[in-house]
């Protein structure tokens, strides 16, 4: 079946610019996480949604950094006001349910933003 | 969040067995360690994850120390395809449910032809 994907693969953007990256679960998984990875670094957790709340922000670097999920499924990463230092590769998980002493990640490929 | 610490990079001759170990010594009662790699411009994959017994499944082995501070990945017969990053992780929950991970640096496991 399908697994995560993540629009667009590459993003170019300049500095001050605002961006959106969208990520496409895996049907029915309600479970959503995005990440970020930086080069030579293991992805760093930013948000968690658990159907269409964000159960866990703690990771968002600041407030340039804002994520939906409106109807349960489909989320987007909004960046305003972009910053060279926010280049890096985000990545998008999502898994079946919540409650699950196991819950495996499904990991998209990721988007590459670079912030000239 | 407890942390896992591994060595930063391994090579392994090809269809030879491998022995990728991670310590974690803080480690709580009720953090599974879960393995994942990542291969050249992908995202994370699963590998296998454990409690307190020693694992088993098509891809690895998790062989898991009895004080639980420790654990090793076992590639049994290492290939070309095996080349990638490593990861251990602590699977812990957070007061709000989420099962995130925070994962380290890992190993980079370099497979010789």
């Known amino acids: 079946g399908a697994g995560v994907s993540q629009t667009p693969s590459n993003k170019v953007t300049e500095k001050g610019k605002y961006v959106e990256l969208r990520c496409d679960p895996i049907s029915g998984h309600t479970a959503l996480y995005w990440y970020r990875q930086s080069l030579g670094q293991g992805p760093e957790f930013l948000i968690y949604f658990q159907g269409t709340g964000a159960a866990d922000d703690s990771g968002l670097p600041n407030d340039r950094f804002f994520a939906v999920r409106p109807e349960g499924s489909v989320s987007t990463l909004k960046i305003q006001r972009t910053e060279r230092g926010d280049s890096a590769v985000y990545l998008c998980?999502?898994?079946?349910?919540?409650?699950?002493?196991?819950?495996?990640?499904?990991f998209g490929p990721g988007t590459r933003l670079t912030v000239l | 969040d407890a942390k896992t610490t591994q060595p930063n990079s391994m090579e392994s001759n090809e269809e030879e067995p491998v022995h990728l170990p991670c310590n974690h010594s803080?480690?709580?009662?009720?953090?599974?360690i879960h393995w994942y790699r990542q291969l050249p411009s992908q995202g994370p994959e699963y590998v296998i994850h454990?409690?307190?017994s020693n694992v088993n499944n098509r891809m690895a082995s998790l062989a898991i120390a009895e004080d639980r501070k420790s654990s090793t990945l076992i590639l049994h017969r290492a290939t070309l395809r095996d080349a990638a990053v490593y990861y251990c992780i602590l699977r812990g929950q957070s007061t709000s449910g989420t099962y995130k991970y925070i994962f380290g640096t890992g190993t980079r496991l370099k497979v010789l032809a």
């Open positions: 454990g409690l307190t």
């Open positions: 803080t480690i709580s009662g009720t953090d599974y």
């Open positions: 998980a999502s898994s079946p349910r919540l409650g699950s002493t196991y819950n495996e990640q499904f």
